[in-house]
């Protein structure tokens, strides 16, 4: 998918378009019917979401098993959903949604749901020089303990590279640590302020710098967490400005997604979240 809507109403106009390209993706290099083995060529079937062998009829439907099953939405809104989220670098709320598309609330809200799925982080193990951090999202200022209802997300940068980020239940060691472990190769060299659960770090297999932002030492040589704080503010600035108020129940998808778009960012995302969308669920 491009970055404009002109182009994108080229490539897709309608839901057959949409559907032949789904076809192509998942099916455009087969040359032999599966079940009579011929050669052959597969036609569209009219009014079905299907196609059919020319010589035994057999079906292949290129929804099967995608996100796109089953629903009554038609797939070109999809697709355009899709696209929406590919060029809004902030996010996409159901509302804008619901405006775009002409759909329910209700109906947008589980298409951004299902949109921000394929946007789930994979589980990489980062590596070379990376900036931890944590931060506290949502709540309220007033509570007595200022961060008493916000919720914590502990996040890695490599610089120059990928990202990663959890909503993590507390900021103790005992929470942080397997975080760390899980996410960061041994070896790695780690840079961090002095947060006290960061303290084991070179008994663990990494080497630690640490920058002590409470006597506003911020840049010492390379010791310098500039990086992540460039992904905590882009984070904060899209949660508020589009999603305002994120309940902790889908914080972690909200958090996937900007992970998403930091480790894809000068990437046109709309093919990447395409070809993610039609791979069997
Ligand atoms: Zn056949």
Redesign the pocket.
């Known amino acids: 998918m491009r970055h404009t809507k002109k182009q994108f109403e080229a490539e897709f106009p309608d839901d057959d378009a949409c559907l032949e390209a789904v076809f192509q993706d998942r099916f455009g290099d087969l040359k032999?019917?599966?079940?009579?083995?011929?050669e052959?060529k597969f036609y569209r079937v009219k009014s079905r979401q299907c196609y059919?062998?020319?010589?035994?009829?057999?079906q292949l439907f290129p929804l099967a098993d995608t996100i796109f099953r089953k629903t009554t939405t038609p797939l070109k809104d999809w697709f355009y959903a899709v696209y929406l989220f590919s060029v809004a670098k902030n996010g996409v709320s159901a509302k804008e949604l619901e405006r775009h598309l002409g759909v329910t609330y209700k109906t947008a809200w589980r298409m951004a749901g299902q949109i921000r799925k394929l946007m789930q982080q994979d589980g990489d193990i980062l590596a070379g020089d990376v900036e931890i951090d944590e931060t506290y999202i949502g709540g309220t200022r007033r509570m007595a303990n200022k961060y008493s209802n916000k919720s914590a997300v502990f996040g890695a940068v490599e610089r120059n590279g990928r990202a990663s980020a959890e909503h993590v239940k507390s900021t103790g060691a005992r929470v942080l640590l397997p975080e760390i472990e899980g996410h960061i190769a041994a070896g790695a060299h780690i840079h961090s302020d002095e947060w006290g659960a960061y303290r084991t770090l070179k008994r663990r297999g990494y080497s630690h710098t640490t920058v002590n932002h409470s006597k506003l030492e911020y840049v010492r040589g390379s010791a310098y967490t500039n990086t992540i704080e460039g992904f905590w503010s882009q984070l904060k600035r899209s949660i508020d400005g589009t999603y305002h108020a994120v309940s902790p129940k889908y914080l972690q998808s909200y958090v996937d997604e900007f992970v998403f778009r930091y480790n894809f960012r000068g990437v046109a995302v709309g093919p990447v979240l395409l070809e993610r969308a039609l791979k069997p669920i």
């Open positions: 032999f019917c599966p079940k009579c083995a011929a052959t059919a062998c020319k010589w035994c009829s057999y």
